[in-house]
């Protein structure tokens, strides 16, 4: 499996908007992908995923309604649009290939595997 590689993090400042990118993951027993965060000092969450079989997607409410989950299938290429945000989405961002399934909820980081090395957003002024 290959690890996928994050990209389209850096500085911004609070209410703006950025786009990350998850290229280059694999697709033997990729059920779904999901992208967390980790912020200095914390553990790292869920941000939000998105399943295959039925392209359900899950948020968590910290970025409800702010980021946005999608994918290119002919690229291969996972985004995460993020706009309006805020000191506290500072963070290394994850995403991550999910290699078991779920049902309710598919935001347990013991769901998924093959992450990648994560990527640097800060939200500041």
């Known amino acids: 499996q290959v690890q996928p590689v994050e990209s389209g993090g850096g500085l911004v400042q609070p209410g703006g908007s950025l786009r990350l990118s998850c290229a280059g993951y694999?697709?033997?027993?990729?059920?779904?992908m999901g992208w967390f965060r980790q912020a200095p000092g914390k553990e790292r969450e869920h941000v939000a995923n998105?399943?295959?079989?039925?392209?359900?997607?899950q948020y968590s409410d910290s970025v409800k309604g702010r980021f946005t989950i999608s994918t290119d299938t002919a690229k291969n290429t996972l985004y995460l649009q993020m706009s309006a945000l805020q000191p506290v989405d500072t963070a290394v961002y994850y995403c991550?290939?999910?290699?078991?399934?779920?049902?309710?909820?598919?935001?347990?980081?013991?769901?998924?595997?093959?992450w990648g090395q994560g990527i640097q957003v800060t939200v500041s002024s």
């Open positions: 998105i399943k295959w079989t039925d392209t359900r997607i």
């Open positions: 991550a290939v999910r290699t078991r399934s779920c049902y309710r909820s598919c935001s347990s980081e013991d769901l998924y595997a093959h």
């Open positions: 694999g697709q033997t027993f990729n059920y779904g």
